[in-house]
């Protein structure tokens, strides 16, 4: 189709050379313009086939372009099909792109060689000027860089602010004033070393670094969407994470349980309750939502987590159409769904030490109460009824509107309970069956429901029931994945539509990595192709990840990314290093933080260089460390340390600290928010019970991510809400409260000496002669003020509050 008069709109006579990546990229990858898929008329357009790209386009001629045409909407139909059409200025580009050749970088598509897909190279440290600066392999990669661009290293940083920094980023809690002293008074050449080593020993490292993991799972303790109903068990999987990194467990280990913990050989309870990794997928309960849609979300949602977190890849992408810029087909993305395909949630005893014993022994007079129960209330044959009523209403809908309505709200409110309902009762696991009981007796339905004397009856039982479930200390549960075959082959689903399959596929992994052609139907295959040597992406991504959490940067800025549309590694060279250090310690996380804790790059001062600021502005060369400010938790959690408030406990139930009147009131399940009771409510925050539509506000405010997709590094704001939470969020008056009290029964002497504490205290070093004076001054104002009027905050509360609400408390310098 020609299209001269459309084009003499928008095409200049006369047209500056178009630039691809600078130009074209932005309008085809932001606007969405093409879409595959058998029935698009643009199904042929592909960047990674120069070939049939061109053809689709008509490169050197504009107004034959079936691109053109679609964007302009001449055959009936305009790209992009949802939001804002193109403009005419980028049609225009788009045109001139095409006439002068429409060429591209050949670094775009999976014709070109790509860093990230080159197998992971074997690097020598280089050799460099300043050798005695380097203290292990590491410095030497980032010292030659330096060297390179002539930029020197900058000095260590002080002996406090080391200990402060890597205090920090090991087990996210500041050191005490006894510990910062100790380390200052250590003359020992390994004193630095050592105090490494005690760090990464703490119970206090698993609960840090399994928060940014949890990111990556997109934990949360309920389901999301309106209902979000509260998962009372979904800590299980967290403690599981933090007793993980606790115990070093090698991270090859860590993930093939993560996604097959229950096809291990010999799988054990804590094996299987590792799979939780894939239970944090939001769960859509609205009774309208059809269970196979739900369903099928949910599974897009574990390839998509599987591709971010494990290979660093944007899979997702394919769900609709073959990859635009990376060599991902829609074919991969769902021969990566067929493994989950076949997997289906289940929830499973997963007792903690301690419980079984009391649980064995109160059992046999629970189990024969529960009996004369079910016996005294004819329950057994009440639901027998009910159970054929609703399998009558799911064979033949539309004959009875109430029956009906009780099978939607039972498939949307019972997680599976179809399959329970058509497994044969004798068949049933127990856990399934008395979950249908609960609901039966609970919902008793409309036959029923007409009989006020049995619906009477039956609400009796229930609450006899429960009470008697009350008393009995059960065991605790996890939210697990196992093998089923229900569900049938996997088909791709036609332009993303699970309404419209295609071909069927059979599991396998993308075809453009090492191993795709591999044969291999069960997610323990895909665990292990996951971790095989020859998967370039697995030890790099993790590796970079490591390097991100100690730096605030990853070596690969993009940490989601590593396809053609993220960033290049600053130091490929180290990149490699790291990885392939990674797989020689044997994937040991422990190890590899030691390495690079122990390094004069990690050790390097953060302070601002006049002679950086134009040349490295976000500091890429790491020629300094970066100032970090900390996460939501870990600001908390210091509050909490100094304060002395901090309960220590390591693991159990989410726990719900103060949280101001209304928030919990504005979603649609979680009515009410009742405070956790004693020292619970100071527990670390990653033990903060969070609902993903009501979430703890100060989270919010200080940037915790809301749950619903994998996140692999947090973005940082810094607004005016932060330190208003700092000063008055009740918590936070609290914390300041304790430290004061702290400051004026734990330090003796004058005004001086206390303030001497106070610092050292919260910042880990002495007040400067400026910074004494200055909190002299306000003290003595305040004191006045307070003679005057009893109703003033107490001097040395206010004193605290300045000090938890400063830039370098919650900063790691």
């Keep these: 189709m020609r299209l001269p008069i459309l084009l003499a709109f928008v095409v200049p006579a006369f047209c500056a050379n178009v630039d691809f990546v600078r130009d074209v990229q932005p309008i085809l990858q932001q606007k969405c313009v093409v879409c595959h898929g058998p029935k698009q008329q643009l199904s042929g357009l592909r960047l990674d086939d120069r070939d049939s790209a061109k053809r689709v386009i008509q490169a050197g001629h504009s107004a034959d372009s079936k691109l053109i045409a679609m964007v302009m909407g001449a055959t009936g139909k305009v790209m992009p099909p949802v939001g804002a059409k193109l403009t005419e200025e980028q049609i225009a580009l788009l045109a001139r792109w095409i006439d002068q050749g429409a060429t591209w970088p050949a670094s775009v598509g999976s014709n070109a060689r790509h860093w990230a897909w080159e197998p992971i190279g074997h690097p020598v440290p280089p050799a460099v000027k300043r050798g005695d600066w ?126 097959a913990g229950d096809e291990v050989p010999g799988a054990t309870v804590e094996d299987r309750v590792a799979t939780g990794f894939y239970r944090n997928t939001m769960t859509n309960r609205e009774s309208g939502v059809d269970r196979r849609e739900a369903r099928f979300d949910q ?40 493994y989950f395909n076949a997997a289906d949630e289940t929830d499973i005893a997963a007792p903690l030490p301690g419980e079984r014993g009391p649980y064995l022994a109160a059992r046999p007079e629970y189990e024969t109460k529960r009996a004369d129960l079910i016996a005294q209330y ?110 049938g082959a996997a088909h791709i689903a036609l332009r993303g539509d699970w309404k419209n399959p295609g071909d069927e596929v059979q599991p396998g992994v993308p075809a453009f990595l090492p191993g795709g052609d591999k044969p291999a139907t069960k997610r323990l295959d895909l665990a292990r192709w996951v971790l095989a040597p020859e998967n370039p992406l697995t030890a790099r991504v993790a590796a970079n990840r490591i390097w991100q959490e100690l730096f605030g940067r990853g070596i690969v800025s993009t940490s989601d990314d590593f396809g053609t549309q993220g960033d290049k590694p600053s130091h490929p060279e180290l990149l490699d290093w790291l990885a392939t250090e990674y797989r020689r310690l044997d994937w040991s996380n422990k190890a590899l933080i030691r390495e690079i ?106 940037d915790a991510p809301d749950s619903t997709l994998a996140c692999t590094r947090r973005r940082l704001s810094d607004t005016a809400l932060q330190s208003l939470d700092l000063l008055n969020d009740p918590a936070f008056f609290e914390a300041a409260r304790a430290l004061a009290n702290r400051i004026e029964t734990e330090a003796s002497g004058d005004f001086k000496a206390r303030l001497r504490f106070a610092w050292q205290l919260v910042l880990n070093r002495e007040p400067t002669e400026s910074e004494a004076a200055r909190m002299r001054a306000w003290y003595d104002a305040e004191t006045s003020l307070r003679e005057k009027d009893p109703d003033v905050i107490e001097p040395w509360v206010g004193v605290s509050r300045i000090l938890l609400n400063l830039d370098e408390f919650i900063t790691r310098e």
């Design 134 to 259: 380097a203290s292990n392999e590491i410095d030497r990669f980032v010292l030659a860089r330096l060297e390179k661009e002539g930029i020197a290293p900058s000095p260590d940083a002080d002996r406090a602010t080391l200990l402060r920094r890597v205090s920090i980023d090991i087990t996210g809690l500041p050191p005490t004033p006894e510990e910062t002293a100790g380390f200052l008074s250590d003359s020992r050449t390994d004193a630095y070393a050592r105090q490494v080593d005690r760090l990464l020993a703490s119970p206090h490292y698993g609960e840090k670094w399994a928060r940014a993991w949890l990111d990556l799972a997109h934990y949360a303790d309920s389901d999301g969407f309106e209902k979000d109903l509260v998962r009372p068990w979904s800590w299980r999987y967290r403690d599981w994470v933090i007793d993980a990194y606790n115990r070093d467990m090698p991270y090859d280990r860590f993930v093939t349980l993560q996604i």
């Design 378 to 487: 004819d329950i057994a044959a009440l639901q027998k009824q009910w159970e054929a009523d609703i399998l009558e209403s799911m064979d033949r809908p539309g004959r009875e509107l109430d029956w009906d309505f009780q099978v939607t709200e039972l498939r949307s409110g019972v997680d599976h309970a179809e399959r329970i309902l058509r497994t044969p009762p004798e068949q049933r696991s127990e856990r399934d069956a008395r979950v249908l009981t609960a609901r039966f007796v609970r919902v008793p339905g409309p036959r029923f429901g007409k009989d006020k004397d049995l619906t009477a009856k039956l609400k009796e039982a229930q609450t006899k029931l429960d009470d008697l479930d009350r008393t009995f200390p059960s065991l605790s549960i996890a939210y697990a994945m196992e093998d089923r075959a229900d569900y």
């Design 597 to 702: 804790v122990l390094s004069r790059t990690y050790r390097q001062s953060s302070n601002a260089r006049a002679d950086l600021e134009t040349r490295d502005p976000e500091n890429v060369l790491l020629a300094r460390q970066l100032r970090v400010r900390l996460p939501a938790e870990l600001i908390r959690d210091e509050a909490l340390a100094v304060s002395g408030l901090l309960d220590t406990d390591v693991g159990g139930p989410s726990i719900r600290p103060f949280q101001p009147a209304g928030v919990a009131e504005i979603g649609y399940s979680l009515k009410r928010w009742v405070e956790s009771p004693g020292r619970e409510k100071y527990r670390r925050g990653v033990y903060i019970h969070y609902q993903r539509t009501t979430p703890y506000p100060f989270l919010v405010n200080f």
């Design 299 to 338: 599974l897009i949602d574990r390839v998509g987590t599987t591709g971010t977190v494990f290979l660093g890849i944007t899979l997702r992408c394919s769900q609709c159409h073959d990859h635009k810029y990376d060599p991902i087909k829609q074919r991969d993305f769902y021969r990566m769904l067929a």
